[in-house]
């Protein structure tokens, strides 16, 4: 069954950055668009970012365009999702995720806090 792992979240002052991974695991996803939501404590998770399985075409929430960037490198399995001039606002959990065979698969999530 496929595993999503996120990592790289922590602590920053805003105006800094962090650039976050996931690695997949159990099968490769070479055919599948994946993406990055998140979650701020009492809101609802929202998507944040979304690539195809090729890399070819993006998409990004308004609130993250022009700071946060979506990559992936298929021969490692693995995505990341860069993101510059955080804001406090961008505080909350980021979770990686990809369907296949439509069947939605979730990372445990990794905490970003942008504070001063």
């Known amino acids: 069954q496929l595993q999503l792992v996120e990592s790289g979240g922590g602590l920053v002052q805003p105006g800094g950055s962090l650039t976050l991974s996931c690695a997949a695991s159990?099968?490769?996803?070479?055919?599948?668009?994946i993406g990055w939501f998140r979650q701020a404590p009492g809101k609802e998770r929202e998507g944040v970012s979304c690539i195809s399985s090729s890399g070819s075409r993006t998409n990004y929430a308004d609130s993250v365009k022009g700071r946060f960037t979506i990559s992936r490198d298929n021969a490692k399995n693995t995505f990341f999702l860069q993101m510059n001039n955080l804001k406090p606002e961008d505080t909350a959990v980021y979770y990686c995720?990809?369907?296949?065979?439509?069947?939605?698969?979730w990372g445990q999530g990794t905490q970003v806090t942008v504070s001063s």
């Open positions: 159990g099968r490769t996803l070479d055919d599948y668009a």
């Open positions: 995720t990809a369907v296949v065979n439509g069947l939605r698969s």
